[in-house]
């Protein structure tokens, strides 16, 4: 798999350090794979992936998420900021 691209968000104000990695990846029979890590303390706690047939759904998703955790009016006490992109 080619990593396509590949975003950190953190939560500043989590006691723990909560992260938020996600990134895409373009397989090599075909389509699109993303990937989501997340977890507190440097451990991954959650992986979650789905795959899309093309890089537009894939950039889609991928965006939606981002704009989603980083939303500051979010219902979710935790609010991520882009730490590397």
Excluded: H
Aim: glycine share 6%; aromatic share 8%.
């Amino acid at each position: 798999m080619i990593v396509i691209e590949q975003i950190l968000l953190e939560d500043s104000n989590s006691p723990r350090k909560a992260f938020y990695r996600l990134s895409i990846y373009e397989k090599e029979e075909g389509g699109y794979l993303i990937e989501k890590s997340s977890g507190a303390g440097g451990s991954v706690l959650d992986r979650r992936r789905w795959e899309k047939q093309t890089r537009e759904e894939a950039d889609r998703m991928f965006r939606s998420i981002i704009r989603e955790k980083t939303n500051p009016a979010r219902k979710s006490p935790r609010r991520y900021r882009i730490v590397q992109q």
